[in-house]
Nanobody
Framework: QAQLEESGGGSVQAGDSLRLSCLHSGSTFGASNMAWFRQAPGKERELVAAIGHSSGNIYYSDSVKGRFTISRDNAKNTVYLQMVNLKPEDTAVYYC????????????????????WGQGTQVTVSS
């Protein structure tokens, strides 16, 4: 099974930017939907953004739409999350996740079973 490794987290001030990266170690990246989740202390894990294997299929949660951008580079087996205008409520551990697709096509990215996870990277935004 593939392994995922996140990087790029850190401590910033409100209004700053960060770019998270996730390296997919397996051979199935090109046939996988990819997603970013986050979890703050005392809260449920939340789907933030997702990108389909076709790249043209994109999902964002309402809380980050217009501020975050998800993208992928299949040649590098990497998915990115560009975050701008960060807010204190964005503080969380951010996780990368993968959904290997057996039959490729257009899918509802918010309903997929993301069953392969990275260890997470901490993002802290101060007021």
């Amino acid at each position: 099974q593939a392994q995922l490794e996140e990087s790029g987290g850190g401590s910033v001030q409100a209004g700053d930017s960060l770019r998270l990266s996730c390296l997919h170690s397996g051979s199935t990246f090109g046939a996988s939907n990819m997603a970013w989740f986050r979890q703050a202390p005392g809260k449920e894990r939340e789907l933030v953004a997702a990108i389909g294997h076709s790249s043209g299929n994109i999902y964002y949660s309402d809380s980050v739409k217009g501020r975050f951008t998800i993208s992928r580079d299949n040649a590098k087996n990497t998915v990115y999350l560009q975050m701008v205008n960060l807010k204190p409520e964005d503080t969380a551990v951010y996780y990368c996740a993968a959904d290997y697709v057996l039959f490729v096509g257009y899918m509802n990215l918010a309903r997929r079973n993301y069953d392969t996870w990275g260890q997470g990277t901490q993002v802290t935004v101060s007021s």
